[in-house]
Nanobody, 121 residues
Framework: QVHLVESGGGLVQPGGSLRLSCAAS????????MGWYRQAPGKEREFVAQ????????YYADSVKGRFTISRDNAKNTVYLQMNSLKPEDTAVYYC??????????????WGQGTQVTVSS
């Protein structure tokens, strides 16, 4: 079993910053990639950012390019999302995602429980 635990959400004023963390644990053989998605009220879940675990290649949604930075700590199986210049439209539940090959079984996608980010004055 693989578990993802997120932290770092909260309430911030427009223009402010937050850093999200997500740690993967459990029976992990290897991680292919980790990333973040978000879901605002009444909207579908959308891609935010992803990082390749071996090469570190990064990908971002157009809406967050230049404001958000994704990074990783391979030794800790942890991914981070530094969010700067936050806007009210960034308000959403942020979900950690990981594509993992577990110690037993086939590679699959795993999700965290979500952490709320609210941008409001």
């Amino acid at each position: 079993q693989v578990h993802l635990v997120e932290s770092g959400g909260g309430l911030v004023q427009p223009g402010g910053s937050l850093r999200l963390s997500c740690a993967a644990s459990g029976s992990i053989f290897s991680i292919n990639a980790m990333g973040w998605y978000r879901q605002a009220p009444g909207k579908e879940r959308e891609f935010v950012a992803q990082i390749g675990w071996s090469g570190g290649n990064t990908y971002y949604a157009d809406s967050v390019k230049g404001r958000f930075t994704i990074s990783r700590d391979n030794a800790k199986n942890t991914v981070y999302l530094q969010m700067n210049s936050l806007k009210p439209e960034d308000t959403a539940v942020y979900y950690c995602h990981a594509n993992v090959r577990p110690s037993w079984g086939m590679t699959k996608d795993y999700w965290g429980q979500g952490t709320q980010v609210t941008v409001s004055s």
